[in-house]
């Protein structure tokens, strides 16, 4: 049995471990401590958001106004500058009036002359309101006799009508009562009767005109607080303007086209409904447009609605296009 060979270079070399290298030790920064929020502070941001996780911004109308010189401004001075634009354009104004009823008296074929009548709004203000001269009458047997089938007629109308034309229901019921406290007064009280048409007139006249002086300031009350234009602002006060200047006259001769054919039996009703009733229509059909229109703040925050979504949908594509 042979020996291992220790004298040659090849003898067995000792076992020798290599020593171990310690691992570094991660040591975590401290992480912030989060609060969850209330139920009810959740509650209360899940309020401000819509049915597809926007945050829906107050209204304009429960925002409240900080006190500022350009509040100040909208709200007395402007309203004042063009009140007394108004007030300077009223000559012209009645000289337009005057026209119009010339040319509605020769259109519709009635009698009398246009006057003048100087009415006195203030101390310091008076106007010389056209009118016509024409006068109408009592009413007769005839006139209440029609003005009860009519009254009758849309009270039953009123009752009758269901559905889609309830509101049109609701409008009749209120035409039948005023027009029946108008047969029951002509029933019951002799003649004469306090108003005469031309007083009438020139008065519903005189009403228009003081309208128009304070449409500026009804205007800055309601409209000029809230961030709109300069030019926004000065375009629906112009509108109103506009329009109620145009209306006044028009609508101050169909009332005396419909009492001088009717009698004073259906000035009631052409006065509580049909006249003011009517421009203050006008007013909130005009407010409310201008109400739709956007403020300069509510334009840039579309803009950047806009920007932000557009920016999120072309991200995808660009990053598959650097993928491929």
Not at 162 to 178: H, N, S
Not at 230 to 245: E, F, G, N, Q
Not at 275 to 296: E, H, I, K, N, Q
Not at 307 to 320: G, I, K, Y
């Amino acid at each position: 049995m042979a020996s291992p060979d220790t004298s040659s270079g090849n003898a067995p070399q000792p076992n020798v471990t290599q020593p171990s290298v310690p691992r570094p030790i991660r040591v975590s920064a401290p992480q912030p401590v989060v609060r969850t929020p209330s139920r009810r502070t959740l509650m209360a941001r899940l309020r401000t958001r819509g049915v597809r996780g926007g945050v829906i911004p107050q209204h304009r109308s429960m925002v409240r106004l900080e006190a500022t010189p350009w509040l100040f401004a909208d709200l007395l001075l402007l309203p004042a500058a063009l009140t007394l634009g108004v007030f300077a354009a009223l000559g012209p104004l009645m000289g337009l009036w005057r026209w119009m009823l010339e040319f509605m008296r020769d259109f519709l074929h009635l009698p009398g002359t246009v006057a003048t009548r100087v009415v006195e709004l203030a101390p310091f203000l008076s106007v010389a309101v056209p009118h016509l001269t024409i006068d109408t009458v009592w009413p007769d047997r005839r006139a209440l006799t029609i003005g009860w089938i009519v009254t009758a007629a849309m009270a039953l109308a009123g009752m009758l009508l269901r559905g889609r034309f309830t509101p049109f229901a609701y409008l009749l019921r209120a035409l039948a009562v005023i027009q029946l406290s108008a047969q029951i007064f002509f029933a019951f009280t002799p003649p004469p009767f306090v108003y005469s048409l031309p007083a009438y007139h020139s008065g519903f006249l005189a009403c228009g005109v003081v309208v128009l002086l304070l449409i500026p300031f009804l205007v800055g009350a309601t409209f000029f607080v809230f961030g709109f234009s300069l030019w926004r602002k000065l375009a629906l006060v112009l509108m109103l303007l506009v329009h109620l200047a145009v209306l006044f006259p028009l609508q101050s001769m169909v009332h005396v086209w419909w009492i001088w054919h009717g009698s004073f039996l259906v000035m009631p009703l052409l006065f509580l409904v049909f006249g003011l009733l009517l421009d203050v229509f006008v007013y909130v059909a005009l407010y409310g447009w201008g109400m739709s229109w956007r403020t300069p703040a509510e334009l840039a925050d579309m803009r950047l609605a806009r920007l932000t979504r557009d920016t999120r949908s072309s991200a995808p594509a660009d990053v598959a296009g650097a993928t491929a």
